[in-house]
């Protein structure tokens, strides 16, 4: 079974400058979770979609990050303009539907840098 | 904002001994899970524990679920270089759209 792709596996871009993240779930789920993960932190989550409708977005920081999930399989992540604190790793997950004890497989990431 | 707590921060151990790791919270979560992160990876899940009390092992793993179901704990017997990762702790708020709110997680190096 394949896993979540994810890409770039690396950006580096100064401040200011816009980046976008690419992510593929595993065939058949329903739910996609974008995290990101500061050096020394855990995931935080920034926007969960079920299907193609978002369903938590209350931590995402809608002045320069958006997404979407254009129908309800691949989804990209965008920050316009990026800041120095945007420096993290972007974990995208994704499991089969909103039910207890959701089992969530994670893509291996994009590290962002941002200087 | 549901806080989970993880201690230690940091762990250094020799092959074979035994660990404990702990995650508190003040919150009730109607679950709660750990996953275990290699450098340069997402983070893997481990086990799910659902029920106040409950004890799940996993070959030398062991983790408990507080009774309260706000604390959580894992233990690692005989540990083994390949037990080295950052182990985070999940708790699920029971909410119709089963949200995670992750601890910052434990560094374990197991050294040979």
């Known amino acids: 079974e394949a896993g979540v792709a994810q890409s770039p596996r690396y950006k580096i871009i100064e401040k200011r400058q816009s980046v976008a993240f690419w992510c593929n779930p595993i065939?058949?789920?329903?739910?996609l979770y974008w995290y990101q993960q500061i050096l020394g932190q855990g995931p935080k989550l920034l926007i969960q979609?079920?299907?193609?409708?978002?369903?938590?977005d209350s931590q995402l920081p809608k002045d320069r990050f958006s997404a979407e999930r254009l129908k309800g399989v691949d989804s990209t992540l965008k920050i316009q303009p990026a800041k120095l604190e945007d420096s993290a790793v972007y974990l995208c997950?994704?499991?089969?539907?909103?039910?207890?004890?959701?089992?969530?497989?994670f893509g291996s990431g994009t590290q962002l840098s941002v200087l | 904002t549901q806080l989970l707590e993880q201690s230690p921060q940091f762990l250094s151990i020799q092959e074979g001994e035994n660990l404990t790791v702990y995650c508190n919270s003040s919150?009730?979560?109607?679950?709660l899970q750990w996953y275990r992160q290699e450098p340069g990876e997402g983070p893997v899940l481990l086990v799910t524990?659902?029920?106040?009390?409950e004890v799940k092992k996993l070959k030398r793993l062991t983790f408990q679920f507080g009774d309260a179901r706000k604390d959580s704990s894992l233990h690692i017997t005989a540990a083994q270089p390949g037990d080295t990762g950052l182990y985070l702790c999940?708790?699920?708020?029971?909410?119709?759209?089963?949200?995670?709110?992750f601890g910052k997680g434990t560094l374990l190096t197991v050294n040979p």
């Open positions: 999940a708790g699920a708020d029971g909410g119709s759209n089963y949200k995670l709110t």
């Open positions: 524990v659902v029920t106040g009390g």
């Open positions: 065939s058949g789920h329903a739910t």
């Open positions: 979609f079920q299907n193609n409708g978002v369903v938590d």
């Open positions: 919150s009730v979560f109607s679950s």
């Open positions: 997950a994704s499991s089969l539907g909103l039910t207890g004890g959701e089992k969530l497989f």
